[in-house]
């Protein structure tokens, strides 16, 4: 899933009850960390999954999958499908930049799942009970399985028409490709 970076999208600034509770759902067995951020020459923004193996083919180590936990302070929690650097001491880095600046982010390992050129969506932890917070999560699983539902391996191309459909059913305009870019914030308020 995209990570879209804004003001209210950060690393959390402690590992709380609630960022324990979603990382239990992720995974029971692991511990969160905070892993620093360096990236490498060459690599891109949200390519971790091309970023780490070319740089374990040329500086060794390995390839820790896992989950960047994100906090929107307020709102959620959410776990987005990862991968970081394992050097070969075994010490974790982030060798793919991120827009948002982040010198560090915290980082869950996975012990089960692995990239298999199949979209994982976010999972997602809300922090209240406000209409607005349920309508970001469910929003963001629709424009995921509509991702999901194109996604070649590489990258997701995806009819115009069904996008608009899923931007009909939360209300927005179908039609306005402009109403939501890339990187520009939700019009629900959610941060997202």
Not at 161 to 179: I, M, N, S, T, W
Request: proline share 8%; hydrophobic share 35%; glycine share 8%.
């Amino acid at each position: 899933m995209i990570h879209i970076p804004n003001p209210k999208n950060t690393t959390p600034v402690s590992i709380d009850e609630n960022v324990m509770k979603l990382c239990s759902q992720i995974d029971p067995t692991q511990r969160a960390q905070y892993v620093p951020v360096s990236a490498t020459v060459g690599s891109r923004m949200e390519n971790c999954f091309t970023n780490v193996p070319a740089h374990v083919a040329t500086a060794g180590g390995s390839i820790q999958y896992g989950w960047a936990i994100w906090e929107h302070p307020g709102i959620l929690i959410e776990g987005m499908f990862h991968a970081v650097w394992s050097k070969p001491d075994g010490q974790l880095l982030d060798i793919t930049p991120t827009r948002d600046g982040e010198e560090r982010i915290l980082f869950l390992r996975d012990s089960v799942r692995k990239w298999e050129r199949r979209l994982i969506d976010n999972i997602r932890l809300p922090l209240n009970d406000a209409p607005k917070t349920h309508f970001a999560i469910n929003f963001s699983k629709a424009l995921s399985a509509l991702q999901s539902k194109y996604f070649d391996g590489d990258k997701s191309a995806y009819p115009m028409d069904e996008y608009d459909h899923v931007l009909a059913r939360f209300g927005f305009r179908p039609g306005h490709k402009d109403q939501l870019g890339p990187y520009e914030l939700c019009p629900c308020g959610s941060g997202k």
